[in-house]
C-alpha cells in the first residue's frame, strides 16, 4: 500500500500530505506496540506447540518462525516516526524529504523480509 499511497501524498500541494503521514505515524505508535508483541507472543506459543509436537508427523508441525518473521522491526523506524508524529506545517524540519525517504527505504526492506518469510513458508510446506 506504501508503494501507492506515499507517492500520491507526497504530491499533494503545500505539503498536504505531510496531515496524514503526522496523523498515521501518530496513530501508528499507539497501535504498532501491541501489534508487535502479539506477533512474539503468538510465534512463541506456536514455537512451544511444534516443540510439545516431537514424534508427531514433521510436516503437520506449525513452523515457529513464520509468525515471528511478521514482526521484524528496524530500530530505525521509531526514531523517524517519532520525529513524523510531531511534526506540524509551522514545524517541518527542512530535511523532512531525506527523513521520510530514509523511513520509506527501510519499510520497503522489511515488506520484502516478510514476503520472502511467507514465499519460504509457502515452499517449505510444499
Do not use: E
Not at 509436537?53 to 526514531?79: E, K, M, T
Request: aromatic share 10%; hydrophobic share 45%.
Amino acid at each position: 500500500m506504501a508503494a501507492f499511497v506515499t507517492p500520491i501524498l507526497d504530491r499533494l500541494p503545500d505539503n498536504g500530505g505531510l496531515g496524514a503521514r503526522s496523523d498515521g505515524a501518530r496513530l501508528l505508535g499507539k497501535v504498532m506496540p501491541f501489534r508487535y508483541i502479539g506477533s512474539v507472543v503468538l510465534g512463541a506459543v506456536w514455537a512451544a506447540l511444534a516443540w510439545g509436537g516431537v514424534g508427531r508427523d514433521s510436516s503437520s508441525r506449525p513452523p515457529p518462525c513464520s509468525s515471528s518473521a511478521s514482526s521484524y522491526r528496524s530500530p530505525c523506524f521509531v526514531p523517524v516516526n517519532s520525529r513524523v508524529a510531531q511534526w506540524t506545517h509551522g514545524s517541518v524540519p527542512a530535511d523532512r524529504k531525506q527523513q521520510l525517504g530514509r523511513w520509506d527505504r527501510f519499510h520497503f526492506v522489511r515488506v520484502g523480509v516478510i514476503v520472502t518469510a511467507f514465499v519460504l513458508l509457502v515452499i517449505g510446506k510444499g
